[in-house]
């Protein structure tokens, strides 16, 4: 089946300093991804939707220049939180469709 | 906007007995509905997607139903395990776009 994966597992970070996360699909080709935040106890919601070689669509209430997207290839989705905040902490997950959904392990973030 | 409820938000049954997870929904113009499973600090596993034009899906021990005119949905596990100790999500197709709007989730813990 369809693999998604992402990078990394886990990451800590100072407040102020910006991280990157990736997204792949590793064995087909994913003109769409998608980045959902899951906070504690709390469902998933839609951040945003990479497009291959175009800008990515914000859902609202989601800061474009802090959660910047990047979808150059149609096998890797970047998701950069810059300048980040303690409130950012989070667990990042992307999905991939082929068309149907595959979703990665999810990135948890923390920063102190 | 699509919204999506499940109930109970937690569960705690004895191992060997058979549950029922619900999921409600309030556009019931969707295409599809998809049951997730999601192990502490971990992304999402796909169990079940059912077609609109289906009523059931069935895989082992797991069969989800789903009632558009009432916009409902259930999973039913059989003879459940503590392996099956999760936390299940439904999660519906946005109009018009393939991303998910996700329910709050079920925390269910299979007592041995």
């Known amino acids: 089946g369809a693999v998604v994966s992402q990078h990394p597992s886990w990451v800590i970070c100072k407040s102020g300093t910006s991280v990157k996360i990736e997204c792949r699909s590793l064995?087909?080709?994913?003109?769409?991804m998608f980045w959902y935040r899951q906070f504690p106890k709390q469902s998933l919601m839609l951040m945003a939707t990479s497009n291959e070689g175009s800008k990515a669509t914000y859902e609202q209430g989601v800061e474009k220049d802090k959660f910047l997207i990047n979808h150059a290839s149609l096998t890797l989705s970047t998701l950069t939180v810059t300048s980040a905040h303690p409130e950012d902490s989070s667990f990042y997950i992307c999905?991939?469709?082929?068309?149907?959904?595959?979703f990665g392990p999810g990135t948890r973030l923390t920063v102190t | 906007k699509q919204e999506v409820t499940q109930i109970p938000a937690a569960l705690s049954v004895p191992e060997g007995e058979n549950l029922v997870l619900n999921c409600s929904f309030t556009d019931s113009a969707i295409y599809n509905l998809q049951w997730f499973r999601q192990d502490p600090g971990k992304g999402l596993t796909s169990l079940l997607l059912?077609?609109?034009?289906?009523r059931e899906q069935t895989s082992g021990r797991l069969n989800a139903s789903l009632d558009k005119s009432s916009g409902r949905s259930t999973l039913y596990i059989a003879a459940s395990q503590p392996g099956d100790s999760a936390t299940y999500l439904c999660a519906v197709p946005k109009t018009g776009a393939n991303n998910l709007f996700f329910g709050t989730g079920t925390r269910l813990t299979v007592i041995p």
């Open positions: 064995d087909f080709q994913a003109t769409t």
């Open positions: 059912i077609q609109s034009s289906q």
């Open positions: 999905s991939a469709t082929d068309p149907e959904q595959y």
